[in-house]
């Protein structure tokens, strides 16, 4: 499964790749939203995970940019931002598609969600 890591907070970039590698996920990383677009066209990428606030582009941008390409129009998206709920009334989410994270939420819980997204049902469990 590839994810796509977007954040302009080099120390939280690293993290989250790190800990996604560790769950054994591959993981692309940009700092701000014009380099995702560019990696947008490599090898498709299962979902995003995406800063709001960022130099460039923002990750509002990033996330219209992303739902014109075809292949990812039903892509999960998910929003983090560390300035809490602030943005959380601006964002269009589709329930199905599109999730908003504090960056304070423990890592653990964020994993454990983006287990549930990727494999479902099989989630936590050895196949």
């Known amino acids: 499964m590839n994810i796509l890591v977007v954040d302009d907070n080099l120390d939280y970039l690293y ?7 560790l769950n054994g996920y591959t993981v692309f990383t940009a700092t701000n939203g014009s380099e995702a677009c560019k990696l947008l066209g490599q090898p ?16 509002i941008m990033l996330h219209a940019f992303a739902r ?3 292949r990812y129009k039903r892509t999960k998206f998910i929003f983090v931002s560390g300035y809490g709920d602030a943005y959380s009334d601006i964002l269009n989410l589709d329930p199905e598609n599109d999730f908003f994270f504090n960056k304070t939420t423990p890592v653990a819980e964020l994993l454990k969600f983006i287990d549930g997204l990727m494999f479902g049902d099989f989630a936590g469990t050895w196949v």
Request: no cysteine; aromatic share 8%.
């Open 44 to 59: 498709d990428i299962d979902l995003i995970i995406s800063d709001i606030k960022m130099p460039t582009l923002d990750g």
């Open 15 to 21: 993290f989250m790749k790190e800990s996604l590698f």
């Open 68 to 70: 014109e390409l075809e």
